[in-house]
């Protein structure tokens, strides 16, 4: 891909939009180890990053990648590791050390279908891990979940600057489809951006100052429940500041049709078509998923009015969804998992099930 | 031709064998698409391996937002082999088009809802030079059966699909495009 | 007067947590020195690692921070890339480089990382309490080997750095001890020379170094001198295992 001067359409894999918006963002160390179906990006990085004066590294292992980025974060870099679902899993423990030390990093995850080496197909069943922590202690990711191949590159762009606002790690978490679909979207001109404020807490030698220390070791009574006060504290402000989501057609909807990422695209297709037969069906679709949309959903929670979770899982985002609620209306889920995609003719036959069924309730 | 004012929405399945070129002819598609102004997807399923086992792609084309990129019921199925005419055929939205490769392919379409092409698309391309043109034989056929895109804009989207090393083989590419038209000339 | 012994400037005045006799006060004196002398303080980054120096930033007085278990090699490579004009090295133990983290060192050291790598072996998990550790010796005993190490059970003490060895990218490896003053002065050398190597861009470095545990051995600081040099040293011969052609003399 070249990098336009004017605003150009692009046709492009998802995974591909990243990796040039990660460069575009400014991200100049990326280390990973391949893995179906996000090769594209890791790929992209390797003839790409040299020509920005960036590091690739194909590293020895999903570990050593996460460890890599979280080096070249406490030397200052914009840097990034991508992988998919198992690769995931073993980076957990880094990802965990980079929350804890509040270093900025993106980490890029198209799922696929688990658990276990489960397969290559698309799957959203990583919501659990991505938005609840994933490795040990009290932390959250930030969690971006892009529908197009547009938004890939956007948001993996304001990743980089999110990442840097917070010092917190940022995922992008999309599927196997997202990651492989190629997609027509619009490129701005690139401008390398950089972190607007000075990083004052980076080791970069100590010329002029005192020494620094990265560390998330706290054996002293007390301080590490500081750590941990000062953590939540971010992770409120975070949810004050940054929650992000879309909506269509709740105003009147007796029925409204919740979803992100891929299956996002299913419910919007089975929304609009709904509606062309007359059914009073509305779309919500979280665009992060931590912070999640609490009070946007909890607004929505009408009496006569129900909910219809669609996932590519066997039922994750559907708890918050009903933590968000909390009963005021019911919520009814519909999924397929192991990398089986829901139809819009099964979202549809689901949709006219949970219409009846809310009916029935209100009686 | 991309006329604005008719609602455009295409919905193809292009499968076949791992290298028969079904993933590329399927891009060529979105490529010219999206060069024609139009909204365009295009989502690869391979099989088991990527050569040699089933490998099939989705392409949406429209001048309205693609909502869903996945393509459950195509109305434009391109069948390379027999084993994807298996697959797909029942798939096909009633009035779609099939176009089958009828030198790999040696059975009928059962459906007579649909509209069929049997275009030998290897031996054609073996004639006029090489056997990997079958794909845009195939494309050919398949854009005179529906013409919702220019010629030119396919000739454009291989120049900007295809490696500059492969530019060579474009004015062979148009050949194979040219004879897959002629066969579905005057048919229906 | 004139003052002939302080803290070099490369350590803080801190009082450390290492018990008496343990090999690490020692180690860590002499990195300090060698990067005094080479002026290289406010130019350093540094990782520590887990185990018995997990804090060593407490101690080291430039930038430093910490790492996974036996992740320092992949967390250095990460800072390394990113300031190529610092010096950046791994101060690690037998069980972060050895067990935990084998696919890192030998994978660091493979890319020829142009970063160093200091390794003390002192043959048990100090932090823990003293379990076995992959060079602990044959028949030495530990909480995990309370018969002692048997080959046949738990596999042979780990020869890493003779294992890195064959590597192309890894252009110094030495093993020094710390059993005596002589051998200290050697592996202060050592610690110049695989600094120097980095600084010339030439590759990966390590020094591994032999260190006295009296408390998980189970001797005096003196007897666990000896040990080393009567059951280490045997097992893991001292030397400059690799070294550019031109020579870096040994003083």
């Excluded at chain 1, 993996?156 to 010092?167: C, P, Q, S, V």
Aim: with cysteine; proline share 5%.
């Amino acid at each position: 891909m070249t990098r336009p001067t004017t605003i150009e359409r692009k046709l492009t894999t998802g995974n591909e939009a990243i990796a040039e918006g990660a460069i575009q963002a400014g991200c100049r160390f990326y280390a990973g180890y391949p893995i179906t179906p996000q090769n594209e990006l890791c790929e992209y990085m390797a003839r790409h990053m040299p020509e920005v004066g960036g590091t690739f590294i194909q590293s020895e292992s999903e570990i050593a990648a996460i460890n890599m980025v979280f080096g070249a974060a406490v030397a200052g870099a914009r840097a990034m590791t991508s992988s998919s679902s198992p690769g995931i899993s073993l980076k957990q423990e880094g990802i965990s050390y980079i929350a804890a030390c509040e270093l900025p990093a993106v980490i890029s995850n198209m799922m696929r279908g688990g658990p276990g080496l489960g397969n290559v197909w698309p799957a959203q069943s990583d919501y659990f891990q991505a938005t609840k922590g994933g490795g040990h202690g009290d932390y959250h990711l930030i969690v971006l979940a892009p529908a197009t191949v547009q938004e890939a590159f956007d948001m993996t762009k304001e990743a980089f600057d999110l990442a840097d606002r917070y010092r917190n790690p940022v995922m992008i978490l999309g599927d196997g489809i997202l990651g492989q679909m190629m997609e027509s979207f619009e490129m701005k001109p690139a401008k390398t951006r950089q972190p607007s404020r000075k990083k004052d807490y980076i080791l970069d030698g100590c010329k002029g100052r005192k020494p620094r220390v990265i560390q998330s070791l706290f054996l002293e009574e007390g301080m590490l429940e500081r750590l941990n006060d000062k953590l939540q504290a971010k992770y409120r402000r975070i949810e004050r500041e940054l929650v992000r989501y879309e909506e269509l057609n709740t105003n009147d909807a007796d029925l409204i049709l919740v979803a992100y990422g891929s299956s996002s695209r299913i419910a919007r297709a089975v929304m609009r078509d709904a509606r062309v037969k007359g059914l009073k069906i509305g779309f919500f679709r979280p665009m992060t998923l931590w912070p999640f949309p609490t009070e946007a959903m909890r607004k929505l929670a009408k009496p006569k009015r129900a909910f219809l979770v669609i996932e590519m899982s066997a039922g994750q985002m559907v708890e918050d969804v009903r933590l968000s609620i909390e009963g005021r209306a019911p919520v009814y889920f519909y999924g397929r998992s192991g990398g089986g995609i829901p139809s819009e003719e099964a979202v549809f036959a689901e949709v006219r099930k949970a219409l009846k069924k809310a009916r029935s309730k209100v009686k | 031709m991309a006329i604005k004012q008719k609602t455009i929405d295409e919905q193809i399945i292009v499968a076949g064998f791992g290298g028969q070129g079904v993933m590329l002819l399927g891009k060529i598609i979105a490529q010219a698409g999206m060069l024609s102004g139009l909204d365009v997807t295009w989502i690869p399923k391979y099989g088991a391996e990527v050569r040699g086992g089933t490998a099939h792609c989705m392409v949406r084309v429209s001048n309205l937002e693609i909502a869903s990129p996945l393509v459950d019921f195509p109305n434009s199925l391109i069948v390379m082999n027999k084993l994807s005419m298996d697959k797909f055929e029942r798939l096909l939205r009633k009035g779609g088009i099939m176009i089958v490769n009828s030198s790999l392919v040696d059975s009928r379409a059962t459906r007579s809802d649909i509209r069929s092409y049997y275009v030998p698309a290897n031996r054609i391309a073996s004639e006029i030079g090489d056997v990997r043109g079958a794909n845009m034989v195939a494309l050919g056929a398949y854009l005179k059966a529906r013409p919702f895109l220019k010629i030119e804009k396919i000739v454009e989207a291989l120049r900007d699909i295809l490696p500059s090393y492969h530019h060579k083989y474009i004015p062979l590419n148009e050949k194979a495009l040219s004879e897959g038209a002629r066969l579905v000339e005057g048919r229906s | 007067m004139k003052k002939i012994f302080s803290y070099p400037k490369s350590l803080k005045p801190a009082e450390t947590h290492y018990c008496a006799g343990c090999g690490h006060g020692i180690i860590h004196r002499i990195i300090a020195e060698v990067i005094d002398e080479m002026g290289l303080r406010e130019n350093t980054v540094a990782v520590a690692p887990v185990g018995c120096a997990v804090v060593a930033y407490d101690y080291f007085n430039f930038d430093m921070t910490e790492s996974a278990h036996g992740r320092a090699p992949a967390v250095a490579t990460g800072i390394r890339r990113t300031l190529p004009d610092r010096l950046v090295f791994t101060y690690q133990g037998d069980g972060d480089l050895a067990a935990i983290g084998t696919a890192e060192i030998i994978h660091a050291a493979n890319r020829g990382e142009k970063i160093s790598v200091i390794f003390v072996n002192n043959a048990v998990y100090g932090m823990t309490n003293g379990q076995m550790a992959p060079t602990t010796l044959l028949s030495q005993k530990t909480e995990t080997t309370p018969l002692g190490r048997d080959a046949e059970r738990d596999g042979y003490p780990l020869k890493i750095t003779e294992m890195l060895a064959s590597l192309p990218g890894v252009k110094f490896l030495a093993r020094k001890s710390t059993h005596s003053p002589q051998e200290i002065a050697k592996a202060k050398q050592a610690i110049r020379d695989a600094f120097k190597i980095q600084r010339a861009g030439l590759g990966f470095s390590m020094v591994e170094i032999l260190s006295a545990c009296p408390t998980c051995w189970g001797l005096s600081p003196k007897e666990s001198l000896d040990w080393i040099k009567n059951r280490m040293v045997p097992y893991y011969p001292l030397g400059r295992i690799k070294e550019p052609e031109s020579e870096l003399a040994e003083t």
